[in-house]
């Protein structure tokens, strides 16, 4: 898997599988299709609220079983529980 942290906190906010080419731009985060070419009709997705500066993709990653968005940062190789982290229900 890879995951996207925010570069301030180091907090996990995306899971994305291995296959799937992931590209930090100045802009936003690209999620492409798998010849990761860039070009409209080759773009799966976008992560918007980051970008090349604010945040940074970090592959090979085993994410924990419980593993979801902002409950883990992502430092020095390790995955540390959030102790703010407070979970969604009903969605």
Known sequence: MQT???NETGLSLHLIADSQVVV???YNIEI???NGEKHPDHIHAH???LN???GT???NVEPPEDWASRKYFYTDGQW???QA???KHGL
């Open 4 to 6: 996207v942290i925010e």
């Open 24 to 26: 930090p731009t100045d």
């Open 32 to 34: 492409r299709k798998e």
């Open 47 to 49: 992560i918007d609220g």
């Open 52 to 54: 090349a500066s604010t």
């Open 57 to 59: 993709v970090i592959s």
């Open 80 to 82: 540390v529980p959030n």
């Open 85 to 87: 982290w407070i979970p």
